[in-house]
């Protein structure tokens, strides 16, 4: 059990459709990672929240916009997606510290799985 | 842009064969990890290495970082059934960022 869950697991959605990933992490972390895993490319990070902090991959399309109410609860809101958006979408959750990065272990969720017609 | 390349890409193997995956990059890592990644779930940590040179164990599975802090391998022995999954490594830079691995996707037959 790894403490970290996502809903949905499954979803599909057009083109011109609104929707939001949710994850929720159990473990009193206090950072949190939207992660994309497509077939061809390895696991890309799109945005991380750390120490109340927003981080974001400059590469990651307007289309997809996250949001951390709080350090256990974070959405991935998805609009006007292009089916080159169809993947896995993890969540991860760590305790970050600027101190001990490396030892750092990110604890995934089992991810949603998105397919945009 | 840092690279991870992992090798072989596929591996189908029987059970009971043992077997070596690779981690290589460009450019020298301050740590790296390495993860397994089952159908249906998400990646899981397997072990943690920080110091050049260094070789872990976890049972059945062998770890090791290289001298010069630019790869890292992975040896299973007597491979099982439960063994099958991708399997990423992933490293830092010197940056907060963590990047992951083209992964190796690894089938143990019975």
């Known amino acids: 059990e790894t403490g970290v869950t996502q809903t949905p697991r499954h979803l599909v959605m057009g083109m011109t459709n609104k929707k939001s990933l949710k994850c929720e992490q159990h473990?009193?972390?206090?950072?949190m990672y939207w992660y994309k895993q497509s077939a061809k490319k390895p696991l890309e990070l799109m945005f991380v929240?750390?120490?109340?902090?927003?981080?974001e991959n400059n590469s990651v399309p307007s289309r997809f916009s996250p949001e951390c109410p709080n350090s256990s609860h974070l959405f991935l809101h998805l609009h006007t997606l292009q089916p080159e958006d169809s993947a896995l979408y993890l969540c991860?959750?760590?305790?970050?510290?600027?101190?001990?990065?490396?030892?750092?272990?990110?604890?995934f969720g089992p991810g949603t799985r998105l397919t945009v017609l | 842009t840092q690279l991870l390349e992992q090798s072989p890409q596929f591996l189908s193997i029987q059970e009971g064969e043992n077997l070596t995956v690779y981690c290589n990059s460009s450019?020298?890592?301050?740590?790296l990890q390495w993860y397994r990644q089952e159908p249906g779930e998400g990646p899981v940590l397997l072990v943690t290495?920080?110091?050049?040179?260094e070789v872990k164990k976890l049972k059945r599975l062998t770890f090791q970082f290289g001298d010069a802090r630019k790869d890292s391998s992975l040896h299973i022995t007597a491979a099982q059934p439960g063994d099958t999954g991708l399997y990423l490594c992933?490293?830092?830079?010197?940056?907060?960022?963590?990047?992951f691995g083209t992964g190796t996707r690894l089938q143990v037959f019975p």
């Open positions: 991860a959750s760590s305790q970050f510290s600027r101190t001990d990065i490396s030892t750092d272990t990110q604890y």
């Open positions: 929240y750390s120490l109340e902090e927003r981080v």
């Open positions: 450019s020298v890592f301050s740590s």
């Open positions: 992933a490293c830092r830079y010197n940056t907060d960022k963590l990047i």
């Open positions: 290495v920080v110091t050049g040179g």
């Open positions: 473990l009193g972390h206090n950072a």
